[in-house]
């Protein structure tokens, strides 16, 4: 038996976002996520299937995420943006042909925008297949999450809303995996008193949360956070380790910060002149970021130093090989206090692996890779731990979130508080309708339909973005647009609105096997 447990878990979400129209630029977020984070992440798992390295990871695929990348539409597009992303990569290579290292950072994005295309034509566009493929194998345990990744906390007022979230989100990971799920992403890892009874009336066996939610529990935690606690409803809930977290998030003492590292602001969408990009800015017209950065971080200022490929990769892996280091300093010192192996759980949003964090899956497969060979830790999930040590305390996690500060402001403050009193009242109407029995089938769709409309509007996307200030009027129109859809559905069920609901059928398909009962 190894001294100790490292517990590493992606988060993969993004809104549902799906125009009718073509060109949006909300839609790219799903664009840019599957070039620089999710292919990344496949390509690296292949590589340590390849190796015969006994990796165990956990990632959450939320619900969103899911129907977006099944939707044969949004794939069409992709395939369409993809080739104009080629485009630019070939403008760039000839253009920097002979202006060192701009060159070889520009052939590298080529190369990996190649590797994308390759690779999506070897799934066939069939990007959940390999997720289940790593599941099958072992490598991978897949997490559930809520429906619309909805900030359940601030549904205490509607728990008929929380449950909702919790079914729905448990409905589709059966829909598209095909088995039951053991764990839980909260979204935000946000907990407050009772969501674990809506968790273990679904079969689940754990959550993430923050640190302070174990530490603040109602019984002082005898291993504090490197052993989970049973919850009154008999859910374990496992608290985030501090150091793992802040080595990698930090902004101030985390990796990404290294000056060598790829600045993320830096782009040549800003650069260059208008008339040489106008083909990847359009039709939206207006400027972007397209990727294609050839600057390092250098400094806290704004002057800015060339990229070298080569010396972010070798960093990339020297901080693997401290992160890993680390983490066995922390399970020697803790296995010397504990009567039992301790567990860091290290959670974190996929995203920051290559989409923000350009050389981040690089860092993420060499530390797969060394903590599988360490003989200090071993890699496994939440449910692997709780197979191992089946007997753990029984307390209260305190109410809590990873969002700043760790409770609710973010979700809860002067730009976005305006919304709750209308998510509330909706889900009080949709409760008292889903209670009438023996609807005709008519109005059952039609139903369906508003279940669909005040899921989306509950995504907990909406508020932090309104909190961020960026997009935030494409936020607010989210918001007001399924508001008003619900009730438009909802207020008079005996006035024919056929087309109405067949167009949002269309325009909002998510959760094609709903039932709107779920809010009764």
């Given at each position: 038996?190894?001294?100790?447990?490292?517990?590493?878990?992606?988060?993969?979400?993004?809104?549902?976002?799906?125009?009718?129209?073509?060109?949006?630029?909300?839609?790219?977020?799903?664009?840019?996520?599957?070039?620089?984070?999710?292919?990344?992440?496949?390509?690296?798992?292949?590589?340590?299937?390849?190796?015969?390295?006994?990796?165990?990871?956990?990632?959450?695929?939320?619900?969103?995420?899911?129907?977006?990348?099944?939707?044969?539409?949004?794939?069409?597009?992709?395939?369409?943006?993809?080739?104009?992303?080629?485009?630019?990569?070939?403008?760039?290579?000839?253009?920097?042909?002979?202006?060192?290292?701009?060159?070889?950072?520009?052939?590298?994005?080529?190369?990996?925008?190649?590797?994308?295309?390759?690779k999506f034509e070897f799934f066939q566009g069939?990007?959940?297949?390999?997720?289940?493929?790593?599941?099958?194998?072992?490598?991978?345990?897949?997490?559930?999450?809520?429906?619309?990744?909805?900030?359940?906390?601030?549904?205490?007022?509607?728990?008929?809303?929380?449950?909702?979230?919790?079914?729905?989100?448990?409905?589709?990971?059966?829909?598209?995996?095909?088995?039951?799920?053991?764990?839980?992403?909260?979204?935000?890892?946000?907990?407050?008193?009772?969501?674990?009874?809506?968790?273990?009336?679904?079969?689940?066996?754990?959550?993430?949360?923050?640190?302070?939610?174990?530490?603040?529990?109602?019984?002082?935690?005898?291993?504090?956070?490197?052993?989970?606690?049973?919850?009154?409803?008999?859910?374990?809930?496992?608290?985030?380790?501090?150091?793992?977290?802040?080595?990698?998030?930090?902004?101030?003492?985390?990796?990404?910060?290294?000056?060598?590292?790829?600045?993320?602001?830096?782009?040549?969408?800003?650069?260059?002149?208008?008339?040489?990009?106008?083909?990847?800015?359009?039709?939206?017209?207006?400027?972007?970021?397209?990727?294609?950065?050839?600057?390092?971080?250098?400094?806290?200022?704004?002057?800015?130093?060339?990229?070298?490929?080569?010396?972010?990769?070798?960093?990339?892996?020297?901080?693997?090989?401290?992160?890993?280091?680390?983490?066995?300093?922390?399970?020697?010192?803790?296995?010397?206090?504990?009567?039992?192996?301790?567990?860091?759980?290290?959670?974190?949003?996929?995203?920051?692996?290559?989409?923000?964090?350009?050389?981040?899956?690089?860092?993420?497969?060499?530390?797969?890779?060394?903590?599988?060979?360490?003989?200090?830790?071993?890699?496994?999930?939440?449910?692997?731990?709780?197979?191992?040590?089946?007997?753990?305390?029984?307390?209260?996690?305190?109410?809590?979130?990873?969002?700043?500060?760790?409770?609710?402001?973010?979700?809860?403050?002067?730009?976005?508080?305006?919304?709750?009193?209308?998510?509330?009242?909706?889900?009080?109407?949709?409760?008292?309708?889903?209670?009438?029995?023996?609807?005709?089938?008519?109005?059952?769709?039609?139903?369906?339909?508003?279940?669909?409309?005040?899921?989306?509007?509950?995504?907990?996307?909406?508020?932090?973005?309104?909190?961020?200030?960026?997009?935030?009027?494409?936020?607010?129109?989210?918001?007001?647009?399924?508001?008003?859809?619900?009730?438009?559905?909802?207020?008079?069920?005996?006035?024919?609105?056929?087309?109405?609901?067949?167009?949002?059928?269309?325009?909002?398909?998510?959760f094609p096997e709903i039932d709107y009962r779920?809010?009764?």
């Open positions: 038996m190894k001294k100790g447990y490292l517990a590493i878990i992606l988060h993969a979400h993004l809104p549902y976002i799906r125009h009718l129209s073509d060109g949006d630029l909300e839609e790219e977020w799903l664009y840019e996520a599957i070039i620089e984070t999710y292919i990344p992440l496949l390509n690296l798992l292949e590589n340590l299937e390849a190796e015969r390295v006994p990796v165990r990871i956990g990632i959450s695929l939320t619900p969103p995420l899911l129907n977006m990348l099944e939707d044969k539409t949004l794939l069409k597009r992709f395939k369409k943006r993809l080739e104009v992303y080629l485009e630019l990569a070939d403008k760039e290579v000839k253009r920097t042909e002979r202006t060192y290292p701009f060159n070889e950072t520009a052939q590298l994005y080529k190369n990996n925008l190649l590797n994308v295309k390759a069939d990007l959940i297949a390999p997720f289940k493929h790593f599941q099958s194998v072992g490598m991978v345990e897949l997490l559930a999450s809520a429906a619309t990744h909805g900030y359940l906390p601030l549904m205490d007022l509607t728990p008929n809303c929380q449950k909702a979230q919790i079914v729905q989100g448990v409905s589709e990971y059966k829909r598209f995996f095909g088995v039951d799920p053991k764990g839980f992403w909260l979204p935000e890892c946000g907990f407050s008193p009772g969501i674990d009874t809506f968790l273990a009336a679904n079969g689940l066996r754990y959550f993430i949360t923050d640190t302070h939610a174990l530490l603040h529990a109602n019984i002082k935690p005898r291993y504090a956070n490197y052993a989970p606690i049973y919850t009154p409803g008999k859910v374990a809930a496992f608290g985030r380790d501090q150091e793992s977290s802040k080595q990698v998030w930090s902004a101030t003492e985390g990796y990404p910060g290294d000056y060598d590292y790829r600045d993320f602001y830096r782009d040549i969408g800003f650069d260059l002149d208008y008339e040489y990009l106008h083909f990847i800015l359009e039709p939206v017209g207006s400027r972007k970021m397209t990727g294609f950065k050839y600057y390092k971080i250098t400094s806290s200022s704004d002057y800015k130093e060339p990229y070298y490929p080569a010396t972010a990769r070798a960093k990339a892996k020297l901080h693997a090989a401290n992160f890993v280091f680390n983490r066995e300093a922390q399970v020697n010192y803790l296995a010397t206090i504990t009567d039992r192996p301790p567990i860091l759980v290290a959670p974190y949003d996929a995203e920051l692996f290559g989409h923000w964090w350009f050389e981040g899956p690089i860092f993420l497969e060499e530390v797969l890779r060394l903590a599988a060979n360490s003989s200090v830790l071993e890699l496994v999930t939440p449910k692997d731990y709780l197979e191992y040590h089946p007997t753990n305390q029984i307390a209260i996690p305190s109410a809590s979130s990873w969002g700043y500060n760790g409770y609710n402001e973010v979700w809860l403050e002067g730009s976005n508080d305006w919304i709750y009193p209308h998510l509330h009242a909706a889900g009080w109407h949709l409760a008292n309708l889903a209670a009438q029995k023996d609807l005709p089938q008519s109005k059952q769709r039609r139903l369906n339909q508003a279940a669909r409309e005040l899921l989306l509007a509950e995504s907990s996307d909406w508020a932090f973005i309104m909190k961020t200030g960026t997009f935030a009027d494409y936020a607010r129109k989210r918001t007001k647009e399924h508001l008003a859809n619900f009730w438009q559905l909802t207020t008079n069920l005996d006035q024919p609105l056929n087309d109405l609901v067949e167009k949002l059928e269309k325009l909002n398909p998510i779920i809010f009764a």
